[in-house]
């Protein structure tokens, strides 16, 4: 079995396969009869044109039960993983969309694995925080001298969000981050700042940022889609059409998080 690390081992499915005892029950399936093969055929066929007659209902159930599964604290893996199984079923069992109170009692009878609340930092909240923390060189120009201060990245959005610099200095330091495969976007219908980030290995400047995380073989994009409201898909960077993941900017990231104030007691 190949080995994988943190990075890798979310996006691998294990098979392990034993020998049944020779003692132990074996239940025939007539599925699994060779000599059946014409039927099961027939069958398959049969379940095929059924599920593509209901595919508008295999569609919205499966949208219904991940909204449902999210809902019932589930990780989103989970819910991609359980709803397209459990939407299969109830195309297989109704010819119209059940109603919200019959698709819960479908997915309390699935009696899937309880959630559990674990008080640990998520893989997605590690990388975006080890992203956005790398220091890098930018160049500005301060009192007619250019100069080229090391930075934080999370600090040069912040600017960059920011209402008080022009548009030629916002512009320079957006250009500047896609060099490392990041591009701070205004969004005028959102009215809100987002955070593009290239996720292909070719990427030179993202490879740079990711050497020694445990994402520094690939599987950027897989991490970073989990984070709330990220969209996954295609846009310039650096002045090339790229594979990047939409990240929506948290407060915290943007604000201040530190005013260079001290917690002091009052003067007597």
């Not at 690390?5 to 499915?13: G, Q």
């Not at 007539?30 to 007659?53: H, Q, T, Y």
């Amino acid at each position: 079995m190949p080995t994988s690390d943190d990075a890798s081992e979310t996006r691998t499915v294990r098979v392990q396969m034993q020998t049944l005892l020779a003692t132990g029950p074996r239940a025939a399936n007539p599925l699994l009869d060779l000599s059946n093969r014409s039927e099961v055929e027939e069958l398959a066929a049969r379940i095929r044109r059924m599920l593509i007659g209901r595919w508008d209902v295999l569609v919205s159930a499966q949208k219904a039960l991940r909204g449902m599964l999210i809902d019932q604290g589930h990780e989103a893996r989970a819910a991609d993983v359980f709803s397209p199984l459990i939407a299969g079923y109830v195309a297989l069992t109704s010819e119209e969309m059940p109603s919200q109170q019959r698709l819960a009692a479908i997915l309390e009878g699935c009696q899937l694995p309880p959630v559990m609340v674990k008080d640990v930092q998520r893989d997605c909240d590690v990388c975006l925080s080890i992203l956005v923390n790398r220091r890098v060189v930018i160049f500005e120009t301060i009192g007619g001298k250019l100069v080229r201060p090391t930075q934080r990245i999370r600090d040069v959005i912040r600017g960059i969000a920011g209402s008080d610099l022009d548009v030629e200095t916002r512009q320079a330091l957006i250009k500047q981050l896609e060099k490392f495969g990041l591009r701070p976007v205004w969004k005028r219908s959102a009215n809100e700042w987002k955070l593009v980030v290239a996720t292909s290995e070719m990427n030179t400047g993202m490879r740079r940022l990711m050497q020694g995380t445990p994402w520094s073989s690939g599987g950027l994009k897989d991490v970073l889609s989990r984070l709330p409201g990220a969209i996954v898909g295609q846009q310039r960077v650096d002045g090339m059409s790229q594979k990047v993941v939409e990240l929506c900017l948290a407060e915290e990231l943007i604000a201040p998080d530190f005013d260079g104030g001290y917690e002091l007691p009052a003067a007597a």
